[in-house]
């Protein structure tokens, strides 16, 4: 199994500054034939499902805010909120699409300072 | 637009067989664009991909549970089902259903439904 880590496991940022998060898969999920990194990033906020923000590991679904972009290499990945809004108050998931099994990170919490 | 709603008890005893439906509106589960998942959430917990199954009745389980899932699909009713059987208490959780694409991404998610094991 690929296992997803990140960090911190949770952070506190003041309104309009930015926050990041790190995700750390122990595989490439790097597939060279299509040059894709099979990574995506969900967003999900208390009782509610999660949303993917990410896919493809920097490209944002539709109708997510340009303030949150992605980033990252075959096994180190970024998730950037460029101005925190009060909405952003979360748990962030990264997640490898790669191989079966589909594995998720434990999670970030993100809240306002 | 896509909606994708589980459905099933909501408590379940221990040793029992765990099922649920998800029903699909906004789109088919006969689909060949897609795939029909189920993913886990235990209270106050990370996420669980449990597996997946094709419109065609092919499926694919997560190793760790796979000796106790089944899933299916009834394209008459738009709606595919998990049973997972032998439960205990480390299987209460949030069960979700979802959609994923042909390269397995995960787009969509039903609101979740509840299931506790406890007799």
């Known amino acids: 199994d690929i296992v997803m880590t990140q960090s911190p496991d949770s952070l506190a940022v003041s309104l309009g500054e930015r926050a990041t998060i790190n995700c750390k898969s122990s595989?490439?999920?790097?597939?060279?034939?299509?040059?894709?990194?099979?990574l995506a990033w969900y967003q999900q906020k208390p009782g509610q499902p999660p949303k993917m923000l990410i896919y493809?590991?920097?490209t944002r679904d539709s109708g997510v805010p340009d303030r949150f972009s992605g980033s990252g290499s075959g096994t180190d990945f970024t998730l950037t909120i460029s101005s925190l809004q009060a909405e952003d108050v979360a748990v962030y998931y990264c997640?490898?699409?790669?191989?079966?099994?589909?594995?998720f990170g434990p999670g970030t919490k993100v809240d306002i300072k | 637009q896509l909606q994708l709603q589980e459905s099933g008890p909501g408590l379940v005893k221990p040793s029992e067989t765990l099922s649920l439906t998800c029903t699909v509106s906004g789109d088919s589960v006969s689909s060949s664009s897609f795939y029909w998942a189920w993913i886990r959430q235990p209270p106050g917990k990370g996420l669980e991909w449990i597996g997946s199954i094709y419109y065609s009745g092919s499926t694919y389980y997560n190793p760790s549970l796979k000796s106790r899932v089944t899933m299916s699909v009834d394209t008459s009713k738009n709606q595919f089902s998990l049973k997972l059987n032998s439960v205990t208490a480390t299987d209460t959780a949030v069960y979700y259903c979802?959609?994923?694409?042909?390269?397995?991404?995960?787009?969509?998610w039903g609101q979740g439904t509840l299931v506790t094991v406890s007799s």
């Open positions: 979802a959609r994923q694409d042909n390269q397995w991404l995960v787009g969509r």
């Open positions: 493809w590991a920097s």
């Open positions: 997640q490898q699409y790669y191989s079966n099994p589909f594995t």
């Open positions: 595989q490439n999920v790097l597939y060279s034939p299509d040059n894709k990194k099979y």
